[in-house]
């Protein structure tokens, strides 16, 4: 069976601080991975994906995750956060070939102080 | 590009009240997705449309809930006899086919009292 573990409900992070949140996921096969953010009161946004290939992908506002089939994880990282960034992060595994029913994780909280 | 549109934002209706939401699909895009969001039990999927063909209903309650796609520019989620445990955020998404990511609308927050 799929499934995403995001350990940390709640993160704080001081404002130029850098960032990462875990995610650690079990699939049979190689996912397809993807971080995505949620705003109060907004859908859910795309920061980045995975599909294959080098195992760091880039994203949007400075967002980078790295791949690591032999730890089952896709971290999300950001060198320096800022107060905008303060949000809800879901991590999601599609199962990949023949799989459309996505899995999603529990998200991770993150507040950035001033 | 408009991005996936959902219709309304909010809809507060009383206990037994029916409830329809809309959602109007990225152009282009086959698949169509429709999912609940509560903080107890966070995103749950509710049904799957590929090229407007229903393909999976599993996580749908199947008594009071039902979701049609009559064209590829909208799809509608209908709860009847609405409960307040259907009170949630009810997300559509709509990607280019499975597999690939998923665009989200803004949700409908449905408040049953």
Same mark, same amino acid.
């Given at each position: 069976?799929?499934?995403?573990?995001?350990?940390?409900?709640?993160?704080?992070?001081?404002?130029?601080?850098?960032?990462?949140?875990?995610?650690?996921?079990?699939?049979?096969?190689?996912?397809?991975?993807?971080?995505?953010?949620?705003?109060?009161?907004?859908?859910?946004?795309?920061?980045?994906?995975?599909?294959?290939?080098?195992p760091? +992908?880039?994203?949007?506002?400075?967002?980078?995750?790295?791949?690591?089939?032999?730890? *089952?994880?896709?971290?999300?990282?950001?060198?320096? +956060?800022?107060?905008?960034?303060?949000?809800?992060?879901?991590?999601?595994?599609?199962?990949?070939?023949?799989?459309?029913? +996505?899995v999603?994780?529990?998200?991770?909280?993150?507040?950035? *102080?001033? | 590009?408009?991005?996936?549109?959902?219709?309304?934002?909010?809809?507060?209706?009383?206990?037994?009240?029916?409830?329809?939401?809309?959602?109007?699909?990225i *152009?282009?895009?086959s698949?169509v997705?429709?999912?609940?969001?509560?903080?107890?039990?966070?995103?749950?999927?509710?049904?799957?449309?590929?090229?407007?063909?229903?393909?999976?209903?599993?996580?749908?309650?199947?008594?009071?809930? *039902?979701?049609?796609?009559?064209?590829?520019?909208?799809?509608?989620?209908k709860?009847?006899?609405?409960?307040?445990?259907?009170?949630?955020?009810?997300?559509?998404?709509?990607?280019?086919?499975?597999g690939?990511?998923?665009?989200?609308?803004?949700g409908?927050?449905?408040? +049953?009292?």
């Amino acid at each position: 069976a799929q499934s995403v573990t995001q350990p940390d409900a709640r993160v704080t992070v001081s404002e130029g601080a850098s960032l990462q949140l875990r995610c650690k996921y079990s699939s049979s096969g190689t996912p397809y991975l993807f971080w995505y953010v949620q705003y109060p009161r907004q859908g859910l946004q795309l920061l980045l994906k995975y599909y294959s290939g080098d195992p760091v +992908v880039q994203g949007v506002n400075g967002f980078e995750a790295e791949f690591s089939k032999s730890n *089952s994880s896709f971290h999300l990282r950001k060198a320096s +956060v800022h107060w905008s960034d303060s949000a809800v992060y879901f991590c999601v595994l599609c199962p990949g070939t023949g799989g459309y029913k +996505v899995v999603f994780g529990s998200g991770t909280r993150l507040l950035v *102080s001033p | 590009n408009a991005g996936v549109i959902q219709t309304p934002r909010h809809k507060v209706t009383g206990k037994g009240q029916e409830a329809t939401l809309w959602c109007e699909p990225i *152009s282009g895009h086959s698949a169509v997705f429709w999912y609940r969001q509560t903080i107890v039990q966070g995103l749950e999927f509710l049904t799957y449309f590929r090229n407007q063909a229903p393909i999976d209903d599993s996580g749908m309650p199947k008594e009071r809930f *039902s979701a049609q796609m009559p064209n590829q520019s909208h799809s509608t989620l209908k709860i009847q006899s609405t409960q307040p445990q259907d009170s949630a955020v009810y997300l559509c998404a709509s990607s280019l086919d499975w597999g690939y990511e998923q665009y989200f609308g803004p949700g409908t927050r449905l408040t +049953v009292l």
